[in-house]
């Protein structure tokens, strides 16, 4: 578990040398102080005796999206032609305010990036009329597929607190109209819509397919994601017995996203 090291009056050099120690973020502070993310593997001491640090303190390291993500403060990221950046930010023109949260949904995942891509990809194509966001988490891609020109969103999870931090973002991003947000799984469900998007797990995924399969719309697009490419094949498969075709394949760092069509 990584953790937080602040170092008090550093050389102008400590940055670059803490990354050559394993820092996983690092950044100079005000009054010379230097903060970082180090691995436990490091300890506090070696850290500060290399860098001639005389005084420095230790806290615990907040993970972002489930822990799979570690940095020390939100930032701004693109991700095509939308900016996702904090909240305390001025808004900017195609830019995605997030508060910051424990909620899946930063931006920084490349599951998350995947999934913005292929959104805007097919809103380029042929604007939905509306959106389904499965396991929204902090809203992130039904946010960002109302900027993109898809005039309507229904956003469901089953954690609660994710719907409150979703609701908060689409209400600091003047959202909020076009956002729907419900407690529950595909389950819940009876409508169906022309473009699903479930940034999820593998094995939820699969579990859940006949009833994803069942939301779409006809001819309408599911865009699947948080798939580790050694299970790909699993996944797609499940979904085209289930009469969905594949569109295409996206894949970064280790992580898919399927891009799917219904054949009805």
Do not use: K
Request: glycine share 8%; proline share 6%; charged share 20%.
């Amino acid at each position: 578990m990584p953790y937080r090291l602040n170092l008090q009056t550093v050389d102008d050099d400590a940055l670059d040398r803490i990354i050559e120690l394993g820092a996983i973020d690092a950044e100079f502070l005000d009054g010379g102080r230097l903060a970082a993310l180090m691995p436990d593997a490091v300890t506090p001491e070696h850290i500060a005796g290399a860098l001639g640090a005389s005084e420095f303190s230790v806290s615990s390291a907040q993970g972002r999206d489930d822990g799979s993500v570690w940095i020390l403060a939100p930032r701004p990221i693109q991700i095509g032609r939308l900016r996702i950046i904090p909240a305390g930010q001025e808004p900017q023109p195609d830019s995605l305010r997030l508060v910051d949260s424990t909620a899946f949904g930063t931006g920084l995942h490349p599951t998350t990036a995947l999934c913005i891509e292929a959104i805007e990809e097919i809103a380029q194509i042929a604007v939905p009329d509306s959106m389904l966001d499965v396991g929204t988490g902090s809203g992130i891609l039904a946010l960002a597929a109302l900027m993109l020109a898809i005039p309507q969103a229904l956003g469901i999870d089953i954690d609660e607190e994710a719907l409150r931090v979703a609701s908060e973002n689409a209400r600091i991003n003047s959202l909020q109209d076009r956002l729907e947000l419900r407690r529950g799984g595909p389950e819940v469900l009876t409508d169906v819509w022309p473009l699903i998007v479930a940034n999820v797990l593998a094995a939820p995924l699969i579990e859940m397919a006949s009833l994803l399969v069942r939301r779409v719309g006809h001819q309408g697009r599911l865009v699947l994601s948080g798939i580790p490419a050694s299970v790909e094949h699993d996944v797609e498969q499940t979904y085209l017995r289930l009469g969905m075709r594949r569109v295409r394949v996206m894949s970064r760092s280790g992580w898919v996203a399927l891009v799917l069509e219904a054949s009805w």
